[in-house]
């Protein structure tokens, strides 16, 4: 099956340091991809739509200045948590969509902690 | 506002015997649901789907049913093997491609 790369699995950051997480696609070309944040305990919640070479569209509530996201090409998007808090720790996770298809392949996850 | 919703945290069950995990959903706009399994720290992986214009749908030991009247999914686990513990999310999804998950169930097969 289709395959979602995530990287890193995990990353401790200092407070008020940037940090990025990077999606790809490995064997198909995605241009959709999606952005989800896990509290423990609690639902993946959306973050934002990722559309390859257009501005993404952020969830109501989620703060686009500090969650950087980039989808330069059909196989890769980027999340950037900007000068990070310790209440951005969090489990983050990409999925991204193939083509005329309703199904949608995750990435690993990463876990972000910061201090 | 949760449209998505799991109200069973978590869930017991023998090994060999059927697991039912159930899921409501608010927004009669979803056309195609699906469910996950997902083990701590790992990304959620992809069990079975159902688009709307379905009431079952099968594959091997996993079946979801869905009720559209009243806005109810159930994923079906038989025989539940040990190795079915983990935490199991409904998810559904607008024709625009977006997904809302529900807050999971932890399921535990007991040997």
């Known amino acids: 099956g289709a395959v979602v790369s995530q990287h890193p699995s995990w990353v401790i950051c200092k407070s008020g340091t940037s940090v990025k997480i990077e999606c790809r696609s490995l064997?198909?070309?995605?241009?959709?991809m999606f952005w989800y944040r896990q509290f423990p305990k609690q639902s993946l919640m959306l973050m934002a739509t990722?559309?390859?070479?257009?501005?993404?569209?952020?969830e109501q509530g989620v703060e686009k200045d500090k969650f950087l996201i980039n989808h330069a090409s059909l196989t890769l998007s980027t999340l950037t948590v900007t000068s990070a808090h310790p209440e951005d720790s969090s489990f983050y996770i990409c999925?991204?969509?193939?083509?005329?298809?309703?199904?949608?392949?995750f990435g690993q996850g990463t876990r972000l902690t910061v201090v | 506002d949760q449209q998505v919703k799991q109200n069973s945290p978590s869930l017991s069950v023998q090994e060999g015997r059927i697991s039912i995990l159930n899921c409501d959903y608010t927004?009669?706009?979803?056309?195609?649901f699906l469910w996950y399994k997902k083990y701590p720290a790992e990304g959620p992986t992809f069990l079975i789907s159902?688009?709307?214009?379905?009431d079952k749908n099968e594959d091997g030991r996993f079946t979801v049913f869905l009720n559209k009247s009243a806005k109810h999914l159930s994923l079906h686990i038989v025989p539940s093997q040990p190795g079915d513990s983990a935490v199991y999310f409904c998810?559904?999804?607008?024709?625009?491609?977006?997904?809302?998950f529900g807050t999971g169930t932890s399921l535990t097969v007991i040997p």
């Open positions: 159902i688009s709307s214009i379905k």
């Open positions: 999925s991204a969509r193939l083509a005329g298809s309703t199904e949608a392949f």
């Open positions: 064997d198909f070309q995605a241009t959709t």
């Open positions: 998810a559904a999804s607008y024709p625009g491609n977006q997904f809302y």
């Open positions: 990722s559309n390859e070479g257009s501005k993404a569209t952020y």
């Open positions: 927004n009669s706009m979803f056309d195609y």
